[in-house]
């Protein structure tokens, strides 16, 4: 498929830089000029990315961010806002950005409990997503968590219809299941592809979309929120990223992986949680030591989290790395999860 951004950026000629950036080195990072289109206003390569990226995501618009999720989740809390939500409910192990939105557009919170098994938050469950809705006008949830697990998004999407009330998604780790019926996408009025966190493309890259009637909403909810000098690179990234093709032998590999390794079974293959209990410290130590990164440890697993990039053989490598040390058990009382979360008294 073709990739507007990079390949305007790739064609363009020499000339002389007397406008922003600073760096005066013409080339891939530069600004809004007479070819290389307005984000603000798009009408040219931009315009056409965000075709292209709404028709592969199924939405009826979709709008590139440089400013990670976190912009998308404002945009899609000021869109409801402005339909004339007053209260939202949100599970209590949201993002921070969900909370900061609330509070910097005057939205009531209300939460829904969580509880944990396995060291881990538990999705809520339908009954207490109903008991929430009820007291809130528009319904937030995360899906896929950062843990690899999800809402019932098709129930949710009826009960959402059945009320008349928005469902929004906080997608920042899904943007590889576009492919599945696990996106939200395929449920929510808005979401969020935190495209930089599962596909390849740079950090702070991502999308945020609309189906129907939010999505002229939220063409006017993202204005308030993006940045006038968006990164090309970023948005080129982007649309390569969500471009990029299915990588099916990977996605079995980490299942494989995470039967053979005693892994936390959950439904995200890009998510592969090792339970090491106390001994994480030392055991992020000799991987480390060792070159191999994980993406956090919470106190009771190592999250080593994948993208269709991820090569097979470096998935073996963490595997003969692992094999040194034997999974541990889980204690249900142990603290839940490092992960960040908004507090109304932070
Ligand atoms: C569930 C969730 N939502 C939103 C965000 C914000 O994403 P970004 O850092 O891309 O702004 C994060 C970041 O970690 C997240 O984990």
Redesign the pocket.
């Known amino acids: 498929m073709k990739l507007h951004i990079a390949d305007m950026l790739r064609g363009q000629g020499q000339h002389l830089s007397f406008h922003t950036p600073g760096h005066k080195r013409a080339g891939g990072d530069i600004t809004e000029l007479s070819y290389s289109d307005n984000l603000y206003a798009p009408h040219g390569v931009l315009a056409a990315a965000e075709r292209d990226i709404a028709e592969i995501l199924g939405a009826d618009a979709s709008f590139l961010?440089t400013?990670?999720?976190?912009?998308?989740?404002y945009s899609m809390l000021f869109a409801a806002r402005e339909a004339g939500a007053k209260r939202v409910a949100v599970p209590a192990f949201?993002?921070?950005?969900?909370g900061h939105a609330c509070h910097v557009l005057g939205l009531a919170l209300e939460i829904i409990p969580q509880t944990a098994r396995f060291g881990v938050p538990e999705q809520p469950a339908l009954s207490a997503l109903e008991e929430g809705l009820k007291r809130a006008d528009a319904l937030l949830l995360?899906s896929p968590?950062?843990y690899g697990f999800f809402p019932p998004l098709a129930q949710i999407r009826a009960l959402c219809t059945r009320e008349k009330k928005p469902f929004l998604v906080?997608?920042?780790?899904g943007s590889h299941l576009h492919f599945c019926d696990l996106y939200a996408g395929k449920y929510a009025d808005m979401w969020?592809d935190?495209v930089?966190?599962s596909l390849p493309a740079m950090?702070?890259?991502?999308v945020v979309s609309a189906k129907g009637e939010w999505a002229e909403r939220l063409a006017r909810a993202v204005k308030f929120f993006r940045t006038t000098s968006p990164s090309y690179p970023i948005m080129a990234s982007v649309e390569y990223a969500v471009k990029y093709p299915r990588n099916t032998a990977l996605e079995e590999a980490s299942e494989a992986f995470k039967c053979g390794h005693g892994c936390l079974k959950n439904a995200d293959w890009t998510k592969i949680l090792y339970p090491v209990g106390k001994r994480g410290d030392e055991v992020l130590r000799a991987l480390e030591a060792q070159g191999i990164y994980p993406e956090f440890f919470d106190g009771n697993y190592l999250l080593f989290y994948l993208s269709p990039a991820t090569r097979g053989e470096d998935l073996d490598r963490l595997g003969e790395a692992l094999a040194a040390f034997s999974r541990a058990e889980i204690s249900e009382d142990a603290p839940v999860g490092a992960?960040?979360i908004y507090r109304e008294d932070a």
């Open positions: 961010l400013d990670g999720s976190t912009a998308g989740v949201s993002h921070p950005s969900v995360t968590d950062y906080d997608g920042a780790h969020v935190g930089h966190k950090t702070q890259g991502a992960i960040p």
